[in-house]
């Protein structure tokens, strides 16, 4: 049974930083590519950054890029992201995902058949 949880939500100022966790059990780690979604209230669901299943290939929403990091460590089954200069506008509830394939990164949903329960990510302005 595959598992993906995040830890590492919560409530930060604009312009603080925060480091999401995404740990995953159940199949092989290194098989898959990983991304991190977001969706705040009253929006879709929209791609923030994958990564591919070595770690060398990455992949971001113009939204976010030069701000947030997206990272793994295969030998702990764990994805990260690292998110810097935070505004109100990335106030959502961030999901990871499990998907695609040594040669395939998706960068839509549709791409990623386990997600995980989601952590909230909240920005005061």
């Known amino acids: 049974q595959v598992q993906l949880v995040e830890s590492g939500g919560g409530l930060v100022q604009a312009g603080g930083s925060l480091r999401l966790s995404c740990a995953a059990s159940g199949r092989s780690f290194t098989r898959y590519a990983m991304a991190w979604f977001r969706q705040a209230p009253g929006k879709e669901r929209e791609f923030v950054a994958a990564i591919n299943w070595s770690g060398r290939s990455t992949f971001y929403a113009d939204s976010v890029k030069r701000r947030f990091t997206i990272s793994r460590v295969n030998a702990q089954n764990t994805m990260y992201l690292q998110m810097n200069s935070l505004q109100p506008g990335d106030t959502a509830v961030y999901y990871c995902?499990?998907?695609?394939?040594?040669?395939?990164?998706?960068?839509?949903?549709?791409?990623?058949?386990?997600w995980g329960q989601g952590t909230q990510v909240s920005v005061s302005s």
């Open positions: 995902a499990q998907g695609g394939g040594f040669n395939s990164t998706p960068k839509t949903g549709v791409g990623y058949d386990y």
